[in-house]
């Protein structure tokens, strides 16, 4: 049932030697909640010349290429691209990552992971204004490729 | 004002060194919606003897070291104690992490990292049954120590 | 003769590019030296909920996927699976890793590193218990696949 | 009793604020058992310029700098001195490894796991000749510093 | 003399124990030749939005973070500040880093690291358009604190 | 035109799905400035028994290893050799760094690295006899294999 664990209910990282090398896209999605001054700090700043999402940005896929350390049972695997967006809806900061590679595993936890590290970056960058931010609806949107199928949800 | 940005709106590593070596906590939250039978699945195992929290539980904790790596312009820190709790509440496992220091500089972004790791890990282990998982509601909810003090956040 | 020394006698990371890719699978084996009270401990946490091994298997995991960042001159592989079994046997817990791959260089060196990592943190997690245990025989117990072929030893 | 297993006997990362920083020291030791012919072929190399002792040397300091991130429980240290000795001593290859920390913590693990690193390093190095090396008897062999005090122990 | 090698001439991590703990700081500087039009091409895209030289900056910062994982002799240090500086000068771009710490050892291997991997991604983020790009006078322009004292060079 | 860039011009790994796996090679030079003194104190030891260059070798291995961490954007590359090569000429110490892959992407960033961090190790290891040392003139000699082809560099 837990494909991660094995008979004695232990973790183990499960064999995927069996399965095809296939294209397989993952693009997950997660937001955190600003203060309109913040949003409108990170947005003026931009416009000038800094940027608090370039570096958010980086973060984002660093940690995609980091999963393997992060995650204990993940694969490693060989990324072939990560795209990061970040954009403002309301009261919020989106970010959507899309990451892709050729194996023989998906690379849903890696576009999640992305996520993750890139709004924690945002919080970190931000923090000095606002400490009551919150990250909020990190989920998976689509994957393709694999075994498994596609897998497509709507946005929340 | 975005203290991780010189004057050129480029980031940096903030400077810390006249700041006193405090005694630091930090306290993050975060939860995942899971559907009724993976919470089940999750329990089950666990009362017999495999346990994917424990798990969840290292991934969290390693998280909380690793946050120099994660977070580009986060200090490294020595942690003094890092404290994980997973708990069920309705459709939600919920982690929440205390991180403690002594040094210049806080721990709260090791809390997040904390929680964020090991909420992506109950997902990367339950992924095979359901992927319509979500990860909601990462926040700080306590953090003392440092020349900005206290810092409480009331439960959401 | 020493593969991983070029001309000068200096390290080098071997060239395996004329290597063909075969399914490579390594199993090794280690133990550690336990009181009587401590195995019973170990045993009787984990029929409780807490698990010593949990833990140590995870690091386990995690020692195989970080060999070619532990061993210089070990090259990057992408580990199709892994497994880790502690048992116990009189006075020693045992530790048996298997580490497969389908690529161009063997992985003998991430089952002896799983389980160098794994009798580690036992001791770790052991160790305000007991600091006189002793980690012992450690050493590949069968690899398949490539050039150099089947090697099988016989259990000491 | 475990003092890294929390109540619910989960992993925690102890809490180490309210112990003092000393001055700790702690020796490790371990050996590789070699056939005759690569005892021979090590010594040569090394009489020559070459010196797979060298590079297994690296790979033990690294080791225990790395000691935070291969055991999970284990707390960052600034250490501030790592010594690797290995000798030859019959059909044996020893490492000893010494390091010390000002800290709250101590470094067994980091002297531990170095003497690891060390001889699964010499393996990697000679498994081109030779695939029937075991690494054994690794223990501490002396500690000093901390609330504990000092442990000494015979060599075996 | 090489106060990294011990008697037998292997590597050491030299002991700082007995060091006092001072405020450290040190600058490097380092710079890469680039064509006319490259240099158009980041000042450009630099004027619009997007930003070469934020990620040269971030890898800047990593860099020196990650400094004694790269540096295999180099001590762990809890550095305070990272300020990294890019300016244009006729064919070169420059890279300018100042760290400082509170240790007992000094942060010039910091300093310096920061530089390469800033300039490393330069190189990696401009290859595209022109592989003959040179990294060029990598060197330490000041240092103060510690026993040794004040370094002073004058820039080339 | 910055293929690192996306069209926002902010970070992107550029996608290298389509590419076609093929042997790459790539060859990365560069050198230190050393006094006399320092030379033939770095001869000398390698003379007797100990060997500065060691561990620089070292250091250049795993720098290349390790470039995905380093440099935000690079991709992760299964490295199938790494060869390094130490020499003096007249007041400098030369690094060559042969890397080569089977792959979707070049290997010259790692050879790049390699070089920056075998030179790195070289300043460490030497800083204590003098400060004044410069590393220069890294760049790329040889490129083969992938669709932009191959590209020769005359040695400067």
Known sequence: MFTHLDENNRGQMVDVSAKGITKRVAIATGKIHLKKETIDAIKQIKTKKGDVLAIAQVAA??????????IPMAHPILLTSIHVNFYFEGEYLHCECEVS??????VEMEALTA?????????????????????EEIYLL?????KSGEYIRERK
Chains 1, 2, 3, 4, 5, 6 share one sequence.
Do not use: F, H, Q
């Open 61 to 70: 896929i660093e940690g995609a290429k980091r999963t393997p350390s992060i």
């Open 101 to 106: 590679c050729e194996g023989k595993t998906g």
């Open 115 to 135: 996520c993750s590290a890139g709004l924690l970056t945002v919080y970190d960058m931000c923090k000095s204004m606002d400490r009551s931010m919150t990250i």
């Open 142 to 146: 689509k994957k393709t490729g694999g």
